[in-house]
């Protein structure tokens, strides 16, 4: 497979992996239709899961994202780096949030895991690889800066490194 020379652009549908078969989370086969997550109650209904009432039917299960929540196995990493990211803690977290509460609105296993402060700088961890991308992409177009992806298929990973 090629690898991309160009980023992605923040909040495309395109594929970083087509395969996924090194993703322990990725669902092996359809569950019973409708399934509700018993942890976040997203629905699993028409194939994909969404934010919707919870059908009097349905049967529970852990859905991905909670599962690696639970697990702590993040998909995507974030690290913000430099001088900027302590002076400006509070306006880049207000900045994640609300883009991680938009992506999630449509992509109900687009999470934030957690973000914290390690020496001087700040790792978010995400469900998702799309969504590290793109908060990394967020925060470069917010308050500029430099950001380098890197990818590991093996692991179905990205870290995304945000320095200003």
């Not at 991309?4 to 923040?10: I, L």
């Not at 934010?51 to 349905?58: M, N």
């Not at 977290?93 to 700088?121: N, W």
Request: net charge neutral; aromatic share 8%; charged share 30%.
């Amino acid at each position: 497979m090629k690898s991309h020379t160009r980023p992605f652009k923040a909040g495309s549908q395109e594929k970083i992996f087509p395969e996924h078969e090194n993703d322990a989370y990725k669902l092996k086969g359809k569950l019973r239709d409708p399934s509700v997550c018993s942890t976040c109650e997203a629905v699993y209904q028409d194939a994909r899961w969404q934010w919707s009432p919870r059908p009097p039917s349905a049967e529970e299960v852990v859905c991905p994202a909670c599962h690696r929540i639970a697990d702590r196995e993040p998909a995507g990493f974030l690290n913000i780096e430099g001088e900027f990211a302590p002076q400006h803690r509070e306006e880049l977290v207000q900045l994640l949030r609300q883009h991680e509460a938009r992506a999630r609105a449509t992509h109900v296993m687009q999470r934030i895991m957690a973000i914290e402060d390690d020496s001087g700088k700040m790792i978010v961890t995400t469900t998702d690889i799309h969504l590290a991308r793109d908060l990394g992409e967020a925060l470069k177009a917010a308050f500029h800066g430099s950001l380098e992806l890197k990818y590991s298929k093996e692991d179905n990973l990205l870290r995304a490194y945000w320095r200003r």
